[in-house]
């Protein structure tokens, strides 16, 4: 997950900018998480998602479980994918507020979820 080190009225923190990621069965890559929170499978199918709910946040360092409305393709890998379910998640906030001299600057953070693919 990539984060930018942001200003408002609170103060600086790292603002969420977008995700990016491969999407793993076993040891074989078999999609990639896109900026806008698309993903690509292997064949070349794009499966388009929004955000439908947040889970609660397990730690300071860890992103919420979601479950995304999905657009699905008519044909290839997603064909038929309605929601999409990602569980178990590790990682991926920042540990630590940035600051003045950081403003600007980009942060990624390491994150890995289970994906569940509904049809």
């Known amino acids: 997950m990539h984060f930018v080190c942001s200003y408002d009225a609170?103060?600086?923190?790292?603002?969420?900018s977008h995700p990016s990621g491969g999407l793993y069965r076993g040891n074989t890559?078999?999609?990639t998480l896109n900026s806008d929170w698309s993903i690509t499978a292997s064949d070349g199918?794009?499966?388009k998602m929004s955000v439908l709910t947040n889970g609660p946040r397990r730690s300071a360092e860890d992103l919420t479980d979601a479950v995304f409305k999905a657009s699905a393709p008519k044909k290839g890998t997603?064909?038929?994918?309605?929601?999409v379910e990602r569980t178990n998640t590790r990682g991926g906030?920042?540990?630590t507020k940035c600051s003045a001299s950081q403003q600007?600057?980009?942060?990624?953070?390491p994150f890995e979820?289970?994906?569940?693919?509904?049809?």
């Open 10 to 16: 609170k103060g600086f923190y790292w603002r969420f």
């Open 113 to 119: 979820a289970d994906y569940t693919f509904w049809r």
């Open 104 to 109: 600007g600057q980009r942060l990624s953070r």
């Open 93 to 95: 906030m920042p540990l």
């Open 29 to 31: 890559k078999v999609g």
């Open 45 to 47: 199918t794009t499966l």
């Open 78 to 83: 997603f064909a038929g994918v309605r929601y």
